[in-house]
């Protein structure tokens, strides 16, 4: 199927669910990334500093850009001029980072605090108890970053109980999050959740925000 009809398919699928497309862009070219924006697509999401620094001058301004990726504190300053979103906040350091950055740009950027809810040791993320912590040390010291609310990665799995299981713990943690410390703020109102293989399921269990790239792309010649 054609990166149009795929856009199209999404944006049929997601219409009144509450929930909006993030196409993850990584390891693909611009051209296909236009032919994306063109079929209406405006949230694209990658997970290299580099690669989006390369590509975002030369795509239209009205993208609005997520880093879906780790991201180490001395990148911050090359994304900050125009990253939308940063979904994978995993540490104070990190956050104050790009608050800094934000500052010095003259911006504001949304920010999403990433869990940890895989069985897997290698992906990065917070716990619940780290999140709090992170939020206490920095309650009302942000100017330059929006917390929007929460990102995760399930395990990579058939198994659609685990998934739900992954998918509800999430929502779990956004909830608590919520009712602790963003209750009157409703910015605070994104569940990020979902990839190709599973974002069916996580659609189900109250993403609001699904992150989509080989089913839009097709498969990546190499691994991100
Ligand atoms: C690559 C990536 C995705 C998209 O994965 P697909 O399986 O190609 O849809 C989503 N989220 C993150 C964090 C990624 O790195």
């Keep these: ?34 032919e994306a924006y063109d079929a209406g697509q405006r949230l694209f999401g990658e997970n290299r500093v580099q690669e989006l620094t390369a590509k ?3 795509l239209p301004a009205d993208i609005e850009w997520h880093l879906i990726g780790h991201l180490q504190t001395n ?27 934000a500052a010095r740009a003259g911006r504001v950027i949304r920010g999403l605090l990433q869990f940890h809810i895989a069985d897997e040791e290698t992906k990065f993320g917070l ?20 917390l ?4 995760g990665i399930a395990t990579n799995t058939d ?24 209750l009157a703020d409703d910015a605070f109102r994104e569940i990020s959740m979902g990839m190709s293989g599973d974002y069916r399921l996580a659609v189900a269990e109250g993403s609001t925000l699904i992150r989509v790239g080989s089913a839009i792309f097709g498969s990546r010649a190499y691994p991100a």
Excluded at 4 to 33: M, Y
Excluded at 75 to 101: C, G, M, N, W
Excluded at 148 to 151: D, L, R
Excluded at 168 to 180: D, H, I, M, N, V
């Design 159 to 182: 198994d659609e109980a685990q998934l739900r299981r992954e998918f509800q713990t999430l929502r779990g943690y956004f909830e608590q999050l919520k009712a602790s410390y963003f």
């Design 75 to 101: 990148k911050v300053k090359y994304i900050a001029p125009f990253v939308h979103t940063i979904q994978s906040i995993d540490s104070l350091k990190l956050l104050l980072e790009i608050e800094r950055q």
């Design 127 to 146: 716990s619940l108890p780290e999140a709090e912590a992170l939020l206490q040390e920095t309650a009302g010291k942000l100017q330059h970053v929006q």
């Design 148 to 151: 929007a609310g929460v990102m």
């Design 56 to 58: 975002q001058p030369e």
């Design 1 to 34: 199927m054609s990166i149009d009809s795929q856009i199209h398919h999404f944006q049929q699928e997601l219409r009144g669910s509450g929930c909006r497309l993030v196409a993850v862009s990584k390891t693909h070219p611009v051209e296909l990334i236009r």
